[in-house]
């Protein structure tokens, strides 16, 4: 079955760098758009960044510049660099590919941007 295990978290001080990994297994991997997503302490999930399988990407406006997805389809896991970390950008985040009609995500990894 589809599997997605997220790590790199933590805690970091404004400005700060992190990077986060999402090891997958139970489907195609070079087949698929690979996404992140954060959840903020009560606020709705939202897309981060999005990998197509030909490794275009397209990022929110609100990271675009200061992080970078990536994949490694032979490691069959994808990233997340995130630089110039602000306290805005803390929350869990997920990783999360779609093979309809059902959404998969990962347990999560918390991210916490503060002096």
């Known amino acids: 079955q589809v599997e997605l295990v997220e790590s790199g978290g933590g805690l970091v001080q404004p400005g700060g760098s992190l990077r986060l990994s999402c090891a997958t297994s139970?489907?195609?991997?070079?087949?698929?758009?690979l996404s992140w997503y954060r959840q903020a302490p009560g606020k709705q999930r939202e897309l981060v960044a999005v990998v197509s399988p030909t490794d275009t990407t397209n990022y929110s406006n609100l990271v675009k510049g200061r992080f970078t997805i990536a994949r490694d389809n032979a490691k069959r896991a994808v990233y997340l660099q995130m630089n110039g970390l602000r306290p805005d950008d803390t929350g869990v985040y997920y990783c999360?590919?779609?093979?309809?009609?059902?959404?998969?995500w990962g347990q999560g990894t918390q991210v916490t941007v503060s002096s």
């Open positions: 139970g489907f195609t991997f070079s087949s698929y758009v």
């Open positions: 999360h590919i779609r093979h309809d009609p059902i959404n998969y």
